[in-house]
Nanobody, 125 residues
Framework: QSQLVESGGGLVQPEGSLRLSCSAS????????IGWFRQAPGKEREGVGC????????RVFDSVKGRFTFSRDNAKNTVYLHMNSLKPEDTGVYFC??????????????????WGQGTQVTVSS
């Protein structure tokens, strides 16, 4: 039973948009740095970005910079990943995760303490 649950994945056309949500059960996300990671078929899991506990700062990796943004609504105990101008290479399983510490500078899969189950995003015509 995962305590982090992603939703919003699916099939989208190139240049399309998608919003992923990450919610928690049994605990609150408002004191945690939350990361987003993805894993394409045959590739290692890579970072997408992280948002700090207050939502005031975010780390965005170069591969998605300018296209993906992060937000959170702590009152709803939910973190969002907004994906715009999607490309076929964005295809993969997207995971949200609790990242150790209270800094976006620890935005690494090796610093993750809790993973969600993942949601599939497929970008294809």
């Amino acid at each position: 039973q995962s305590q982090l649950v992603e939703s919003g994945g699916g099939l989208v056309q190139p240049e399309g948009s998608l919003r992923l949500s990450c919610s928690a059960s049994g605990f609150t996300l408002n004191s945690r740095t939350i990361g987003w990671f993805r894993q394409a078929p045959g590739k290692e899991r890579e970072g997408v970005g992280c948002i700090d506990s207050s939502g005031s700062s975010a780390r965005v990796f170069d591969s998605v910079k300018g296209r993906f943004t992060f937000s959170r609504d702590n009152a709803k105990n939910t973190v969002y990943l907004h994906m715009n101008s999607l490309k076929p290479e964005d295809t993969g399983v997207y995971f949200c995760a609790v990242v150790r510490g209270n800094s976006i500078f620890y935005c690494s899969k090796y610093e993750v303490t809790d993973w969600g189950q993942g949601t599939q995003v497929t970008v294809s015509s």
